[in-house]
């Protein structure tokens, strides 16, 4: 943070917003709309950040598209279950307010902007096993599909996804059942969909309310006027210039989270991980603009967890890239630790599952789960599953270690071989009995999401049929979900509980306001919208 006002200013307007992704783009909307004049600033050379880069799926409470459709919600059963995934870890006010105003601002998006969405009937909530969850529909929305052409020569700037094909949600974008016809039309019409539908709609709002967006300009420095108020930003350009930008009524910080800054994951997280399932361009920098402000923290510790699985031929933007891999809540298939031991439930949420990673044995003084740990699974699930990007019918590529019996794959990737054989021949036994004695596997929504939830048939099956193969499960993370303290307006606050005057974030930029949870598809950008849009709004009223 500076204390050294310039003399001269590049460029003065009302709000400075830095990142494109979810958070920032719907708090431009709302300064705009509060006829603040807007500038946002975007660090890469794309635009969209880790929202265009994922399924682009909010998770709102209450929203009318629920409704329109015949499903029921109210207030306090969704408090509730934030409540009680979050055991404790929430502040009551900000979950009240994600609820109460999250969807009066979906319903403002559909009446005033682009920003259309769907409720996918075919995809339930992830713990809808649970007494608290809802039961029937989902409040996670999918946005419709968009055509790249409305926004322009911007549309060539949108971030790409390598993963999901230009289908919805439901469609099977995530979860399979491509129809070949459909994607091979809208990418001749420049139609797009899930993460990159979302921005590009965000954008076209945007755009029609004339908010500038520079590209490689990265935020490098707040500046703190004379009445201990941020004032403006000093930023950098990709090629080195200098610039100094007045903020007459605030500074937005949505520049996402910090996993691809080696430092502050050591210092921050509870362990370190080399696998971020999210593009590069992620360091931290919002975070550290805003301790240099004197912001309280929280939620330092957490990250939204991913069991990430690696490619290492498949790259993006020169980094081999973690992907989403797959069967690893399937029969003929388990997880296992370097003991050859299972230890976790293999079908949870991937924000869950990631968890177990890390128990601590006092005895033996480790983390035995500390990684990397490894599928284990036979020839039927090789046959049957899309797994990384290992096809059925294909042979198996050269990444892939397999072995023709248990012990000698054990053996091959320095798993103990005498625990992997008999935890090999005792989940073979719960296929037998039809039940996960250790684990409960086949008890819960998540491991068969959109085939009725978990059961012995959907989820129990033998490791018999060789060959046998491995695959190495890293710590991975779809972003980290701490940062500076945020109140009920996005107004970032120092450990007094005072608000930095002039000075807001959301989404990975700030802590999550809901604590450490993942509720269901879309935890993570429900939140970032609400709250960036009531930054927005906040701060255009100064």
């Known amino acids: 943070m500076s204390y050294s006002i310039p003399m001269n200013w590049d460029k003065e307007v009302d709000v400075i917003v830095l990142g494109t992704g979810g958070a920032a783009l719907t708090a431009a909307i709302a ?54 995934l979050a055991l404790g870890r929430a502040d009551e006010k900000m979950i009240e307010t994600f609820v109460d105003k999250g969807h009066e601002i979906i319903r403002f998006l559909h009446d005033h902007t682009p920003v259309k969405f769907k409720t996918p009937e075919k995809y339930p909530e992830y713990y809808a096993h649970m007494d608290e969850a809802l039961k029937k529909g989902t409040r996670s929305l999918d946005p419709v599909p968009f055509n790249m052409n409305e926004i322009g020569e911007w549309g060539n700037l949108l971030r790409q996804n390598p993963i999901f094909p230009p289908l919805t949600l439901e469609e099977g974008g995530a979860i399979g059942g491509i129809d070949f016809q459909v994607v091979a039309e809208r990418m001749q019409n420049n139609v797009v969909t899930m993460g990159r539908a979302l921005i590009a709609s965000l954008f076209k709002a945007c755009l029609d309310r004339g908010v500038e967006t520079l590209i490689e300009t990265a935020g490098k420095d707040l500046i703190i006027g004379e009445n201990e108020e941020i004032i403006g930003l000093k930023a950098e350009t990709k090629d080195g210039q200098t610039l100094y930008f007045r903020a007459r009524k605030g500074v937005i910080l949505a520049s996402g989270g910090f996993e691809w800054n080696k430092q502050l994951v050591k210092a921050f ?37 991913y069991p990430a699985m690696v490619d290492p031929t498949f790259e993006y933007e020169d980094n081999v890239m973690a992907q989403l891999g797959g069967g690893r809540m ?42 990397p740990n490894w599928m284990i699974f036979d020839q039927q699930l090789k046959d049957r599953e899309l797994i990384i990007t290992m096809t059925p019918g294909d042979p198996a590529p050269e990444w892939v270690d397999q072995a023709d019996s248990l012990r000698e794959l054990a053996i091959k990737i320095g798993v103990d071989p005498d625990g992997l054989e008999d935890e090999v021949r005792k989940w073979n036994e719960y296929c037998e009995q039809q039940k996960d004695k250790d684990f409960h596997r086949g008890t819960i929504q998540f491991e068969a ?35 500076p303290k945020i109140n009920e307006d996005g107004q970032v606050v120092n450990f007094q ?30 939140p970032a919208m609400v709250f960036g849009f009531l930054a927005g709004q906040h701060a255009a009223k100064q």
């Open 497 to 526: 509980g005072e608000p930095i005057k002039g000075l807001y974030a959301a989404g990975n930029a700030s802590g999550n306001p809901l604590g450490p949870i993942y509720p269901s598809a879309g935890g993570t950008i429900g």
């Open 31 to 84: 300064a705009a709309e509060n006829d603040a004049d807007v500038l946002v600033l975007e660090k890469t050379h794309q635009i969209g950040g880790t929202t265009a880069f994922s399924g682009g799926i909010p998770w709102i409470p209450l929203n009318h598209y629920m409704k329109e459709q015949g499903f029921e919600d109210n207030r306090e059963a969704a408090i509730q279950y934030i409540k009680r």
């Open 330 to 371: 399937g029969p003929n298939s388990i997880v296992v630790n370097k003991y050859g031991r299972r230890f976790v439930h293999e079908g949870t949420t991937y924000n869950d599952m990631p968890r177990a990673f890390f128990n601590y044995d006092p005895v033996k003084v480790d983390f035995p789960n500390k990684g």
């Open 449 to 483: 999401l959109t085939t009725g939830g978990g059961s012995p048939a959907n989820n129990l099956g033998k490791i018999e049929k060789g060959p046998f193969y491995a695959l190495p499960i890293y710590l991975g993370a779809l972003g980290t979900n701490g940062g």
């Open 269 to 305: 997280l509870k362990a370190e991980f080399t696998h971020p399932v999210t593009p590069p361009g992620n360091e931290g920098d919002a975070l550290m603009m805003a301790m240099k402000a004197g912001a309280a923290l929280e939620n330092m510790s957490e990250a939204w967890w």
